[in-house]
């Protein structure tokens, strides 16, 4: 009942906060200050002048558009946008749509403003609020804890990792620190102080060493350099970093993707092991590691789906780019971008799948000492 008046009550609250991030806050950018809009009214569209050296004609669209936070809240402006025809570049818009603006002023007042963006951020945040509540109300405390790992994790990642690779130290041994205290902290919050909370923080670090020395090894042997991804690119051409060590990003990147699938089979596995032990105090070892080897099989056949389908997912515009240009096969398979994938999702996926074994042996071990 305390649950269901949680998730009516979160519900009512979600107009609120949907209203609240409507109105957002300034970011000023040097000149420039970032307010959020809406777009009122189209006034007109006409097409200009064509683009020298395209074969494109720009087309300009008078908007009517009302800014929503900052000093000039509520204030209505017209804003060009100009279209010439690149879906990449151009933004689209259409009555009532939010949008993100930038105003330039001087002396107080209103120089220009820009049509900047789309506004996304907002159906981020409902969605991360619906994702809680969720949590919260299927999984109770114990997802309420789950909540506070995850958040700590991020933590370790945005406010440790990125700053301490960018000011020069080696990524992958910031990695392997990070997964370590990030899986203790998550097993102690989730488990508590518990032989099963102990089995799987051990049997994490058993499938991501595993994995450690599968990224080692082949990501080398594949000559993985860790520059395919434009953003790779774009930081190497930064000041400072023309040294820095983007193999062992694409390599910490592998390990931190398989972190969460490997916990979830380590909790999994040692949970269940935990729970035949309680239920059959008289199980004897051999019989309770047989019995976690059968469940780690099921286990490791969904989850090993799962993280494919997820990679495969993610390389879906990739995949249908080769399909209609065919090249060889052979040149597509040694290509960077190709092999880096699957690279990721096979060692992902071996991670997972001697992480089943290892807790369960060391759950087994554990759990017949009670």
């Known amino acids: 009942m305390k649950k269901l008046i949680l998730l009516i009550i979160s519900l009512l609250l979600l107009p609120v906060l949907n209203n609240a991030w409507a109105q957002g806050v300034d970011v000023s950018e040097n000149q420039l200050k970032w307010h959020r809009g809406s777009i009122l009214e189209i006034i007109s569209e006409k097409p200009a002048s064509p683009l020298e050296g395209t074969g ?35 933004i689209q818009v259409k009555r009532g749509d939010r949008v993100l603006l930038l105003i330039d002023e001087e002396n107080g007042k209103v120089e220009n403003i820009y049509l900047a963006d789309l506004e996304r951020d907002r159906s981020i945040y409902l969605l991360a609020a619906l994702l809680v509540l969720a949590v919260v109300f299927f999984a109770g405390a114990t997802g309420l804890r789950s909540l506070i790992g995850l958040i700590l994790t991020v933590f370790l990642l945005v406010g440790v990792f990125l700053p301490l690779t960018a000011a020069g130290h080696k990524p992958l041994n910031l990695t392997l620190l990070i997964v370590g205290i990030s899986s203790l902290a998550t097993f102690l919050l989730v488990g508590g102080l518990k032989r099963k909370a102990l089995a799987g923080m051990l049997g994490t670090w058993g499938g ?73 105090p008289a199980i004897s070892r051999n019989d309770l590691i047989k019995a976690g080897f059968n469940m780690g099989r099921d286990i490791i056949g969904t989850m090993t789906n799962t993280l494919v389908l997820a990679y495969i997912g993610g390389a879906l515009p990739i995949m249908l780019l080769f399909m209609v240009y065919n090249p060889p096969y052979i040149k597509m398979i040694n290509l960077e971008l190709i092999s880096t994938e699957l690279i990721r999702a ?14 369960t042996i060391i759950a087994s071990v554990l759990e017949s000492r009670r």
């Open 56 to 90: 494109l004609t720009e087309t300009i669209q008078i908007l009517k558009v009302r800014v929503n936070s900052g000093q000039y809240r509520g204030e209505v402006f017209e804003v060009e946008n100009h279209l010439t025809g690149q879906p990449i570049f151009d």
């Open 208 to 280: 991501i060493g595993f994995s450690y020395l599968l990224v080692m090894y082949f990501g080398r042997s594949a000559y993985l350099r860790g520059l395919v991804e434009e953003e790779a690119q774009m930081l190497q051409m930064t000041e400072g970093f023309a040294a820095f060590d983007f193999q062992g990003l694409i390599f910490s990147a592998i390990l931190i993707g398989a972190l969460g699938a490997v916990m979830d089979v380590a909790m999994s596995v040692a949970s269940a092991i935990s729970e035949i032990k309680t239920a059959n």
């Open 346 to 359: 096979l060692i992902g996926s071996l991670g997972l799948i001697f992480t089943a074994p290892i807790t």
